[in-house]
Every structure is written in structure tokens, then in C-alpha cells.
């Protein structure tokens, strides 16, 4: 008898301790968290249908995303939100932690569909702020809360992972992935320690530079190769190469930034002169120019907005309709001459129309070449 007690209280301890595990969910204000967002009755966000990036995700400064609502009710039916739910009830929008980093947030309507909007504000810093903010359900007569949802997620730019970090003890290399281009502080200590004090190359395959990282602090190398169309558009029959680091980052030594120019060599009858872009203004650079190599090389501690062109350019020209006026003030040129922030890519004008053929340059920000082994760039075939 005492067996048969004991077992029963045992079944009885271990069925209190199952309880389902669901979001505090009630009635009359539903806290729902985006982790549990297909689970409990309330409001929910669907993944942006641009970009995949779902609510809680790292977001990417100066893009607009957009999460698609649906609503789950008390028998646990999902549907997408509609017009009819708005009926007598409205949204609100409170910031509980960084705003600085949105420039808007709020629930709109596209032909019949409410999304929770998330502008974030520009800028290309090497933290990632974290976001919290409260969206509420509610009566309009009463302002009683129906659903109530915490929302919390970074905005920045990912960190570049520490595996990375194994080409520098092969081969002295760092590749820089412009899908992750934060180079933390204890990362660059890392690198320093593996290169023995000396220089370590960053590189994408197309550019690459040479630099001492001795107690260096973060630093975001995000870099394109987007053409600047005011330049293009001023200059049609010139050609230009352009290479960008909109971050403008600022080095502690000044190293040696080597661009690939290999496959213009021929067309542009090695001739090639060096600029650096900024406030709407072309600066020249004292650069040299490596035929065998088929590379320009400059030295700097800070990297931004560099043109390469086969036209030489009175030092100073200033580019109409003041395209960099929206640089980065971090940008600011160094005493070496040299500016911060830009774009890369080889660039013909079009005879037709005098601008540039811009197709693909989303693409080529995360098909930058990565490639190993040493300085010297990869050369394209002609």
C-alpha cells in the first residue's frame, strides 16, 4: 500500500511540473515576445519580404524595413491583420531604450496589408546599438490595451568572425567581407600579436592595405564599388575607377593602399591619376603608379572616397550639385592628403546618355573578391 502511495504522489509531482510553456498572454494586455511570436493570441511580424531579415534581427543603418502583421485570437486562429481589426482600435508607439537610432517606427497600410515599419538612421559606426520599444493594441474609446508587444533588436553592422582572423597566422592576409566588416578592438590586438608588431595586409582581392594595427581601436571597413554619378555625369568622356570606404576609417599608422588597376592598363594607356572625394570636391593624391604589378599605390591613415581616372583634374575641382555634401563628418581628409569615404568600380560612361550603368552594384557589394596568398592583387583576365 505504501508502494502504491508513493507512486501516486510521484505521478502527481511530475504532472505539476509540465506546464505548457507559453508568452505571459492575457486578455486584456498581452505581453508577447518575438521569440514567441506564432505561439500565443496577439500580434505578430512576419520576416521583411525585401531583404529576409526578420524583427529581432541585426538591422542595417539607412534601410527601411517592413514586417508584415498577423493576429492570433483567443482559439489560437492566426489571420493577417486587416482593416477590420482596425476598426475601433489603434495603434501607439512608445520608445523605451535608443531611439537615436530609428528615425521612424509606426504601423502603416499597403494595399490592405499593415506592416510595422522600422526606418533606421543612417550613419556607419562599428557598435551595434541596441532598440527597445513598446507597441500597443488598443480601444480607441477606452485606450484599453488589447495586445501589447515588447520589441527589442541592434542596429549596426555584423562584427567580422574570429575564424577569419586564421588567414593572418597563415599568410600575414585579412580578408574583409563586406557582409561582416567590423574589425573589433580585441580582434585587431589579436592580429597585432600574430604579425609580431609589424604590418598585416586587409585586403578584398581588388584593393589592399598594408598597415601597422598596434593598439588599434574598432573600426568598420565596410567598402563598395559603386560608381559616384555626379563625377560620372560631369566627366563623360573621362574614365573612372572607384573605390569607397563609407565608414571613413581612421588608422593610428599610416600604411600604404594598393588598388588593382591591372585590367584598365590597356584602355587607358597607363595613365592613371588618384583622387580623393569629399564635400563635392576632387583632391589629388600622390600617387604612384606599378605597371608590372598593374596596381596605384598612395600612403594614408585614413580611408574614404578615392577616384581613379585617366584625365587629369585641377586639384581641387569641385563636382556640381554637391553630391558630397552627405559625407560622414568622420570623413574629414587627413593630413596625408587623403579623404574619407567613396566607391569602387571601373566605369564608362554611356555614350547615349552620359551616365553610368549602375546595374549590379548591389550585387558587387557582397561579391567582393576574396582571395589568399600575398600582397599583390589578383589580376583579372583582359
Known sequence: MKKVLSMILAVLAVSAMTVPAFAQNTQTDNQTSIEARTI???????????????????????????????????????????????????????????????????????????????????????????????????????????????????????????????????????????????????????????????????????????????????????????????????????????????????????????????EEQDDWKDKFFVYRYYQGALTKVDATYDKEDGVVKFNTKSLGRFVISDTEFKDGTVIESGFGGSDNPANKPNTDNNTNSGNNNSTKPNPGTGSSDLVGIAAALGAASLVTGAIVLKRKEK
Open 40 to 262: 500565443a493570441e496577439g500580434i505578430s511580424f512576419a520576416a521583411d519580404e525585401k531583404t529576409d531579415t526578420k524583427l529581432g534581427d541585426l538591422l542595417t543603418p539607412g534601410k527601411t524595413y517592413k514586417f508584415k502583421l498577423s493576429i492570433t485570437d483567443k482559439n489560437g486562429k492566426t489571420t493577417d491583420f486587416s482593416s477590420d481589426n482596425m476598426e475601433n482600435h489603434r495603434f501607439t508607439v512608445q520608445n523605451d531604450k535608443n531611439s537615436s537610432a530609428i528615425t521612424s517606427i509606426g504601423v502603416v497600410e499597403s494595399e490592405g496589408d499593415y506592416f510595422l515599419q522600422v526606418v533606421t538612421a543612417s550613419g556607419w559606426t562599428s557598435k551595434q546599438t541596441e532598440v527597445g520599444y513598446t507597441l500597443k493594441y488598443s480601444g480607441k474609446s477606452n485606450g484599453k490595451s488589447v495586445y501589447t508587444n515588447k520589441i527589442t533588436f541592434k542596429v549596426g553592422y555584423n562584427t567580422m568572425p574570429d575564424s577569419a582572423l586564421d588567414s593572418v597566422a597563415k599568410d600575414g592576409e585579412l580578408q574583409i567581407n563586406p557582409s561582416a566588416p567590423v574589425v573589433t578592438t580585441k580582434q585587431f590586438a589579436k592580429i597585432d600579436k600574430l604579425v609580431d608588431g609589424d604590418k598585416v595586409v586587409l585586403t578584398n582581392g581588388d584593393w589592399a592595405f598594408d598597415v601597422r594595427v598596434s593598439a588599434q581601436e574598432a573600426l568598420n571597413l565596410l567598402h563598395n564599388e559603386a560608381p559616384i554619378k555626379d563625377i560620372v555625369e560631369q566627366y563623360q568622356n573621362s574614365n573612372f575607377k572607384f573605390v569607397s570606404f563609407p565608414a571613413g576609417p581612421q588608422f593610428d599608422y599610416t600604411g600604404t593602399l594598393s588598388i588593382n588597376v591591372y
